[in-house]
Each structure stands twice: as C-alpha cells, then as structure tokens.
C-alpha cells in the first residue's frame, strides 16, 4: 500500500505539472514512462533492502548476546530478519510485476489523476475562500503579464526542478544510492 501510494504520488505531481504546464489534452498513455519509472525505482529500492537484509541475518546468525542499540542484530533477530527479507523480496518481484502490467498501470495513473484534481480543486477552493482581491482596472490589464509570469516563469521552474529530481532519482538508481 506504502509503494503504491508512492508511485500515485509521484504521477500526480507529474499530472498536475503537465496539466499546468499546457501540455495539451490529457492522454493517460503520456504517463506510462513516469509509471514504470516510479515502480522501477521502488522495485529496486526493495531489492537493495532484501539484500542488505540477507547480509545482517548472515551476520546475526553468527552473534549471540544481547543487542547494544536498535540496529544490532543478534541470533535471536533472525526469525525476524528472515521475515523482513522475504516481504522485501516479494515486495520487489510484485512492484516488478505491476511495472510490467500495462492495465495495471494505466488504473495507477487513472486513480492518480482522479488524485490529482482532487488536490488542485481543493487548492483552488480554498484560495478562492480565502482571496480578497480588488477587482480595478490594473487588475484586469494586469491579468495576462501575470498568467505569462505564471506559466513562463513559475511552471517553467517547476518542470526544470522536476526534471532535476527525476535526473537525480535516476542516478541515484544507477550509483546504488
């Protein structure tokens, strides 16, 4: 549940980017590379932690005593680590799965757009209850130079953050961060 409210967190930030950055109409097939990307990342990030599981269990096994702080584990930790590396590796396998299940994704990114407006339109109506603007004629010759600003400006600079993040998620995948 965790995983994929991670990847639906991920697609609605990507949605509601593409849908203020006027990318044009929205097709949920424009959002299969970002799905597969997310559950990839996530997949992996279960695997890395199955493996550095298996190698705490196979040093548990070998100590007995009594643990000095919460990370060291004894023999008395195993069943528990075992169990910990089992939901991990299923973990992985079942992101693995979705990732490649095209139906799958597709409903991800449906219930992520559905997300999606939810965030903005609750955005929007609390900004309008909140709003206490002086309509004047500067207002409204005004408005366009704004709604420019707006999209030239502060969505440009949210895409090119967004695009750092996805650059540096994915270096992070490559360097095992």
Do not use: T
């Given at each position: ?30 959002y299969l ?49 075992a169990r ?83 650059l540096r ?9």
């Amino acid at each position: 549940m965790l995983a994929e409210y991670a990847a639906r967190l991920r697609l609605r930030n990507a949605i509601i980017v593409g849908a203020l950055s006027g990318q044009g109409d929205y097709d949920p097939n424009r959002y299969l590379v970002d799905a597969r990307a997310g559950l990839a990342s996530l997949a992996a990030e279960s695997d890395a932690a199955a493996r550095r599981l298996a190698e705490q269990l196979e040093e548990a096994e070998a100590l007995s005593g009594k643990a000095g702080h919460a990370h060291d584990y004894r023999a008395g930790d195993v069943k528990n680590l075992a169990r910990r590396e089992a939901v991990s590796r299923a973990l992985a396998k079942r992101l693995q799965e979705c990732r490649d299940d095209d139906d799958y994704l597709l409903s991800l990114i449906e219930r992520s757009r559905e997300e999606a407006w939810n965030d903005v339109s609750r955005a929007l109506e609390d900004s309008l209850r909140r709003a206490d603007v002086p309509v004047d004629e500067d207002y409204e010759r005004e408005r366009d130079e704004r709604m420019r600003q707006l999209i030239d400006e502060d969505l440009a600079a949210l895409a090119r953050e967004r695009e750092r993040a996805q650059l540096r998620s994915e270096l992070a995948d490559d360097w095992g961060f």
